[in-house]
């Protein structure tokens, strides 16, 4: 059995001695063999991509490597199930690195926080029965999800020259904290600072007064737009809610009746 530490390479050399009955004679035989050695090895390694935090539905990729460190060209079988790799085969010459197994798709809300998965390899030397079984590798990608829900309320009713107050919420409802926050309304205008930060699961509310003109359409439609940024992307979010107050105008008829006579 091939030890490790065996030179390379490793020679082996046989004496036969044989004995003349008869006689003194010992005659005697030497040859020698030398056997070459050669290593095998695999080391396997993965990345996910890109490789900061990943927003849903942004595509999440990965990449698995092999590096052969031995002497042989070697052929390796690479699964990842998380990654939908399934029997992925790759030829790697010596002290060659091969990463072409790769695999993408879209991420989803089931996918927030932390998706990690471990690639395997099987990996045999052609005319030969040597199997590399390299260390798995791991690796943990970071998926958040922006959200943001926007309500709007107000009074159902009012008349001209009244003053309103409407109610604006935002409330961030994904993963990951949004800043910047600005308001538009079609009354109010804009756009206008809303709220600074808001966390996840924060709701901010604000109040907004508007006097009924002489004018406006009945019902009174109003739409607020609250936009933010989503903190550590280049992205922003923005939702938006309507309001009608339905406008009365006030009026009286007055009748007088009586006798003619008196």
Wanted: charged share 20%.
């Amino acid at each position: 059995t091939i030890e490790t530490g065996d030179p390379n390479p490793l020679v082996n050399e046989v004496t036969i001695t044989c004995e003349v009955d008869g006689f003194d004679n010992e005659p005697s035989d030497s040859d020698t063999h030398e056997v070459d050695l050669f290593e095998v090895g695999a080391v396997l390694s993965k990345a996910c991509a890109p490789d900061t935090t990943i927003m849903v539905p942004d595509p999440i990729s990965w990449e698995i490597c092999v590096e052969n460190t031995g002497d042989k060209a070697i052929d390796c079988t690479i699964n990842d199930p998380t990654a939908g790799i399934t029997d992925a085969l790759v030829s790697v010459a010596p002290a060659a690195t091969d990463c072409s197994t790769t695999n993408s798709r879209p991420t989803t809300s089931a996918d927030v926080g932390t998706v990690t998965n471990t690639a395997t390899a099987v990996c045999t030397v052609p005319g030969y029965d040597n199997i590399v079984t390299p260390e798995p590798a791991t690796d943990t990608c970071i998926v958040e999800e922006p959200g943001l829900e926007v309500t709007k309320d107000g009074p159902p009713l009012a008349k001209v020259g009244d003053e309103i107050t409407y109610t604006i919420c935002a409330e961030n409802t994904g993963s990951v904290d949004l800043a910047n926050c600005s308001l538009t309304d079609t009354l109010l205008g804009g756009p206008t600072p809303f709220e600074a930060l808001l966390v996840p699961t924060q709701q901010a509310c604000h109040q907004y007064p508007y006097t009924v003109q002489q004018g406006d359409p009945d019902p009174l439609p109003n739409e607020a737009t609250v936009t933010c940024d989503v903190v550590g992307t280049a992205e922003t979010i923005n939702d938006f809610d309507n309001h009608d107050v339905n406008l009365f105008q006030p009026s009286i008829v007055v009748t007088k009746d009586g006798d003619l006579e008196g």
